[in-house]
């Protein structure tokens, strides 16, 4: 079974405040991917990647940035934390050159920013 | 962009009745995939359907891509159901990316 983990459930930081959360998968995929989801507006996505140091910007990228540094890891970094980056994060890895393969889904952080 | 649909945006049904949920998406599109998140967050790909039918178990899909449309069957259906159906696309011209609807919220009661 793919199994994708991430380094916290909920994580509850102040305004200013780097945070750093982080994904691993064990499958040897590819592509990996940070979204947000909110109430109402389904998954939006954050960052994508296909290789080790690669990035590529997803459709709401302002504030954060990511880090892949080994192919099984993949960080989202919010450099000051701002209240309206309360969500939930979810993290997901593909197979393929094709980043919409079947994707799997880690099971999400909820961070709570004050 | 392209916009992706969902209706309902709320069900609520009794344990063994059966439910179609629909996605509506404003352009041609290379896939289309189907969520489940369960109350506890977790996402399971259910289809990768971008144009037929496909069964498993219980659930089916079908999508018409010409007429951009893609419905999600639930038959019997289970407490175990309940949670958020997410439709995802990705738009036709190499965009390479899903892009998510707000889904449709499953409550299945005993």
């Known amino acids: 079974d793919v199994k994708v983990t991430q380094s916290s459930r909920y994580l509850v930081k102040r305004t200013g405040e780097k945070v750093f959360l982080e994904c691993v998968q064990d499958?040897?995929?590819?592509?990996m991917f940070w979204y947000r989801q909110d109430p109402g507006l389904g998954l939006r996505l954050i960052y994508f990647?296909?290789?080790?140091?690669?990035?590529e910007k997803g459709d709401i990228p302002e504030g954060y940035s990511v880090s892949r540094e080994k192919k099984e890891r993949f960080s989202l970094i919010l450099e000051s934390a701002s209240t309206n980056q309360t969500s939930m994060y979810l993290c997901?890895?593909?197979?393929?050159?094709?980043?919409?393969?079947?994707?799997?889904f880690g099971p999400g952080t909820r961070l709570t920013v004050l | 962009g392209i916009q992706v649909e969902q209706s309902p945006p709320d069900l609520i049904l009794q344990e063994g009745a059966n439910s179609t949920l629909r996605c509506n998406f404003s352009?041609?599109?290379?896939?289309l995939q189907w969520f489940h998140q369960n109350p506890w967050g977790q996402l399971i790909n259910l289809f990768y359907?971008?144009?037929g039918t496909k069964q498993n178990g219980r659930l089916s899909a079908t999508t018409v891509a010409t007429e951009r449309y893609s419905l999600l069957y639930i038959s019997s259906s289970q407490t175990t159901d309940s949670g958020v159906y997410f439709c995802?696309?990705?738009?036709?011209?190499?965009?390479?990316?899903?892009?998510f609807g707000a889904g449709t919220r499953l409550a299945v009661h005993p």
């Open positions: 997901a890895s593909s197979f393929g050159d094709r980043g919409t393969d079947t994707q799997y």
């Open positions: 499958m040897d995929h590819e592509n």
């Open positions: 990647s296909y290789d080790v140091k690669m990035k």
């Open positions: 352009d041609s599109v290379n896939n």
């Open positions: 359907i971008p144009s």
């Open positions: 995802a696309v990705e738009p036709a011209g190499g965009y390479n990316k899903l892009i």
